[in-house]
């Protein structure tokens, strides 16, 4: 069974930073993407940042510059971190995990972790 559990948000000043971890547990296998979403009350999840089992990242737009998606592979873990905060980073992020074998698609998403940007 995979989890995905995430930490590290919180309450910011606007100009700060954080750093959100997910941790996996189970295995990963085969191609796989992880990525960070965001969610707001009444908005559409949105995608912040992704990355592939080969490296391979890709940015929204609205962060590209402040956010650095990383992983590391040995321990099942991505992170996300996030300078130059604005009020209008603050969400629910989630981390999501994406597997492709020859068979099928496998999903996952953690919880998910509030990030709040005062002005």
């Known amino acids: 069974q995979v989890q995905l559990v995430e930490s590290g948000g919180g309450l910011v000043q606007a100009g700060g930073s954080l750093r959100l971890t997910c941790a996996v547990s189970?295995?990963?296998?085969?191609?796989?993407?992880m990525g960070w979403y965001r969610q707001t009350p009444g908005k559409q999840r949105e995608l912040v940042a992704s990355?592939?089992?080969?490296?391979?990242?890709n940015y929204a737009e609205a962060v590209k510059g402040r956010f650095t998606i990383s992983r590391d592979n040995a321990k099942n873990t991505v992170y996300l971190q996030m300078n130059s905060l604005k009020p209008e980073d603050t969400a629910v992020y989630s981390c999501?995990?994406?597997?492709?074998?020859?068979?099928?698609?496998?999903?996952?998403w953690g919880q998910g972790t509030q990030v709040t940007v005062s002005s």
């Open positions: 189970g295995s990963i296998f085969g191609f796989n993407t």
């Open positions: 990355i592939t089992s080969g490296g391979v990242s």
């Open positions: 999501n995990l994406v597997m492709l074998n020859l068979f099928r698609k496998y999903d996952y």
